[in-house]
Structures are given as C-alpha cells and as structure tokens.
C-alpha cells in the first residue's frame, strides 16, 4: 500500500446508488476525495437487483468520480447492495467484470447493505446495527462466532417497520377512509392523492412496478407529518413501526451482553422515530448501550474497501453475507473472506 493507494465504495439501496472515492491515510483509513449520488431507482427480478441496469448508472459514475480525481484505476472496490443477502446472485455474476475493467480494481468487495452500514456505524466493534430506510434489517455480532441476523426479507415478505412497511399501512389507512371502512385516516388519503392521483388508479400504479418498495417508502415523510400534525391514525403507524423495529434490533441482540446498538438509515430522519425506538430499546433490554452511528452504510463500504487492501476484515463472512473476489474477473476465485 502506498501514499497513492486508493479505494472505491458503492451504496445501494432501493431508491438509487451512492458512490465515493477515497485515498487511503498512512494508517490505512479511507478519506474522501469525491463522491456522487444517483436518485435512479434500482430495478429488481427473479434474480434480485438488474446488474445491467445497474451497471449503466454506475459505471458512469465511476468514471466521473475518477476523473474529479486525477485517477486512473483504484486498488479495491467495495460495494454494499439492499437484497444481497438473498437475492444476490445477478450482482455477483456480472458485476466484477465491467467494474474490474473500468476501475482497474484487483479486487472487489461483495457485501449485504446491513454488513456496509454496520461497518459504517460501529466499525470493528461488537453490538448490534439497524439499517432502516426502504427496507429494515438488524445484524449482530460479537466478531467471532458470525453473524445474527433478523428480518431483511423484503418488502413483501417482511422489513417490518421499514419505510415500505410505513408506507403500507398509510396506503391501507387511506383506502380504509375512501371506502368508509374503519380505522381510516381522512389526512393520510389528502397526502395519497396529492402523491399518487385517484385511488382507482393505485393498482397499475405500484403493482407491477419494479420500484414499489421505493415507491412505498416515499410515503413516510407524509406519515410523520400527519402525525406530527395530530393525526392518530399516523401516530399509530409509527408507534407500531417503532415497537417492530425494537422487535428486530432485540433478536439481533440475542446472546449479547449489554449490547451496543446503533440505529442508522434515512427512516431515523423522521421526526420522533429514532427517539421512539431508543426508548422501546432502553425498556425491554436496561443493559442496551445506544451508540451513535459513526457513519453511513457508504463510510461502511469505503471501510471494508481499505480493510480488504490491507487484508484484514475483522467483520465475519458467515452466514454469507460477505464476500471478496481477489484477482483478474476471468481468472478470480471467490472467496467467502479474505484467504
């Protein structure tokens, strides 16, 4: 590693990408030298996120960042993706190639978005992280038996309290109150047709759209707002989006002795939330220690990147959700961790 060593972090999540350049410090340690953000939605399919739609936003991107930078090529590339734990596999079979050939990169970095923010928010420490944006995911460890993980698993299966769960449940409040139902929000249907239109035209708006979850999430502003404004309904989503949230941070928690948790993710922008799930936390774990995130899931990615160059992840692979791809794209073998 020398003074010009430099590395790259990507960060994906379900409403675009964030993409960063970095020089490594003399201890190793990732500063940043230029970075991007892309509001593209990040499509899906059978095989999780598009790669080639990916790639057509990112790769792009790269070679801005390069150029702001007076570089040519970076030693590693980190990238942390929503989905990767489960629905990964497009990613990892087409990504090393285009991004190996247009970075120079002599390895590249697979991880799940919750291992990236965990990484960002408590670097090398044991404890727990809560990654709550789009989706919500909980990952624990104590850095030697492997990671705990809960919930994760989508917006149609789980990421309870997550904002396309928010967004959900505004969406069913809404209905309820056009239909006449009970436990319908009047406030929270004004916000879903000034956002989406008639409420007729709801289905061919976010079924078949591979951006739903995104799409769902962006009612959560809305949420917090009507409830901030004395809406029950909302407050009610938002209390239970905090209990659910508490839920998962505790089972990652499991088997850790005063736990350190640190709560990270654009969700924790909404007014009150954070403070309403640290409050949830304090009471059902009295040991809990609540730490500050000290970055964000694209600080996480820049981490692992450097940490890889120095060929030391204290992060576990297992169960796999970590992976890193040393060597050329046509003759690199892939390893769950560094070998």
């Known amino acids: 590693m020398t003074d010009a060593t430099r590395v790259a972090g990507v960060d994906i999540g379900g409403t675009g990408l964030r993409v960063a350049l970095a020089r490594l410090d003399e201890d190793g340690r990732p500063r940043i030298e230029a970075g991007a953000e892309r509001a593209t939605p990040t499509g899906t399919g059978p095989r999780g996120i598009d790669?080639?739609?990916l790639l057509r936003t990112l790769l792009p991107a790269l070679d801005?960042?390069?150029?702001?930078?007076?570089?040519?090529t970076v030693d590693t590339l980190a990238v942390g993706a929503t989905g990767m734990a489960t629905l990964g596999q497009d990613l990892a079979a087409r990504l090393p190639g285009p991004l190996?050939?247009?970075?120079?990169?002599?390895?590249?970095?697979?991880?799940?978005?919750?291992?990236?923010?965990y990484a960002g928010a408590l670097g090398a420490l044991p404890g727990v992280v809560v990654a709550a944006g789009t989706g919500m995911i909980a990952l624990g460890t104590d850095l030697t038996t492997g990671w705990r993980r809960a919930d994760?698993?989508?917006?149609?299966?789980?990421?309870?309290?997550?904002?396309?769960?928010?967004?959900?449940?505004?969406?069913?409040?809404?209905l309820r109150a056009h239909d006449?139902?009970?436990?319908?929000?009047?406030?929270?249907?004004?916000?879903?047709?000034?956002r989406f239109g008639p409420v007729t035209g709801l289905p061919a708006i976010l079924q078949l759209r591979p951006d739903r979850a995104g799409l769902l999430a962006s009612l959560a502003p809305d949420?917090?707002?009507?409830?901030?404004a004395g809406d029950p309904v909302a407050a009610d989503i938002l209390g239970r989006a905090a209990e659910e949230i508490a839920d998962t941070a505790a089972a990652a928690a499991a088997g850790l002795d005063a736990p350190r948790i640190a709560l990270t993710g654009r969700l924790f922008h909404l007014d009150g939330l954070r403070e309403a799930v640290s409050d949830r936390l304090s009471s059902r774990i009295p040991a809990v220690r609540l730490h500050t995130p000290e970055g964000d899931p694209l600080l996480g990615a820049l981490r692992l990147a450097a940490a890889a160059t120095r060929?030391?992840?204290p992060w576990p692979a297992g169960p796999p959700l970590l992976h890193v791809i040393n060597g050329a794209p046509t003759t690199g073998r892939e390893h769950p961790h560094l070998p």
């Open 100 to 117: 190996a050939e247009r970075t120079g990169s002599r390895r590249l970095v697979l991880a799940a978005d919750a291992v990236a923010a």
């Open 51 to 53: 790669a080639e739609a």
């Open 152 to 174: 994760g698993w989508g917006h149609l299966l789980g990421d309870c309290g997550g904002g396309a769960w928010i967004g959900r449940a505004a969406l069913d409040a809404a």
């Open 180 to 194: 006449g139902r009970e436990g319908g929000s009047v406030a929270l249907l004004a916000r879903v047709l000034a």
């Open 64 to 72: 801005g960042l390069l150029a702001e930078a007076g570089a040519a």
């Open 223 to 228: 949420v917090a707002e009507t409830s901030a």
């Open 311 to 313: 060929g030391e992840l």
